[in-house]
């Protein structure tokens, strides 16, 4: 079985703060994926980055940055300098090789104000 | 491309009315799913389908029909709505060359009174 654990229910944090959104994840399987999207107020779910679970190396696209570690089983995400667009809430997921399905976190609210 | 699109976007029922949510994709994705989203419990997988005719059961398919007549349509039959069905649900498509990355619709809001 697999599971996702976001323990942060909700983040409040102001304008140019860094923020850290934990994720934990389970799975028997060797070869897996892990992602993060956005879901901003208005409802739909952004993709923003996907982790094979055979490259360990963190990733930083613009403010964003991404900490994947084996050992610890987390796939931590983080905002540097935050901005009030960033206000969402954020998924961690994980799927299997071979199976398509996305097991979700519970999500994370990020309040960023201004 | 549209990419998966989602009718309708809102849509209030009574308890014991039925209804389907219409989805569609225009990628060519053999790989397509139906979650529903819930507060504080993220995104739970209703039905799934590899490719057309050929459709099972996610981890909350209880209430819920599918069929899969053609690559493009997926769509979500609600037989004899409950108000535990209220949610959001979403659909998703995947290809086999995308690492499981799935790419969902907009949404449909669901309430049942």
């Known amino acids: 079985a697999q599971k996702v654990t976001q323990a942060q229910t909700e983040i409040s944090v102001v304008e140019k703060e860094d923020v850290t959104l934990d994720c934990v994840y389970e799975?028997?399987?060797?070869?897996?994926?892990l992602f993060w999207y956005k879901q901003p107020p208005s409802g739909e779910l952004v993709f923003l980055i996907r982790?094979?679970?055979?490259?360990?190396q963190n990733e930083i696209s613009g403010r964003y940055s991404w900490n994947f570690q084996k050992s610890t089983s987390s796939f931590n995400f983080t905002i540097t300098a935050s901005q009030v667009v960033d206000s969402a809430v954020y998924f961690c997921?994980?799927?299997?090789?071979?199976?398509?399905?996305?097991?979700f976190g519970s999500g994370t609210r990020l309040q960023v104000q201004p | 491309n549209a990419g998966v699109t989602q009718t309708p976007k809102f849509q209030v029922l009574k308890t014991g009315q039925s209804m389907t949510l219409q989805c569609a994709q225009d990628?060519?994705?053999?790989?397509m799913s139906w979650y529903r989203q819930d507060p504080g419990m993220g995104l739970r997988l209703i039905h799934y389908?590899?490719?057309?005719?050929?459709?099972d059961q996610g981890e909350v398919p209880n209430g819920y029909n599918v069929s899969r007549s053609t690559t493009e349509d997926f769509p979500l039959r609600l037989l004899s709505a409950a108000p535990s069905q209220t949610s959001v649900y979403f659909c998703?498509?995947?290809?086999?060359?995308?690492?499981?990355?799935?790419?969902f619709g907009p949404g449909t809001r669901l309430t049942v009174l």
């Open positions: 998703a498509s995947s290809s086999g060359t995308s690492y499981n990355e799935q790419f």
């Open positions: 799975t028997r399987d060797t070869t897996y994926y």
């Open positions: 982790r094979n679970s055979f490259d360990e």
């Open positions: 997921a994980l799927s299997a090789a071979g199976r398509r399905a996305l097991t």
């Open positions: 990628m060519n994705h053999e790989y």
């Open positions: 389908s590899v490719g057309a005719g050929i459709t």
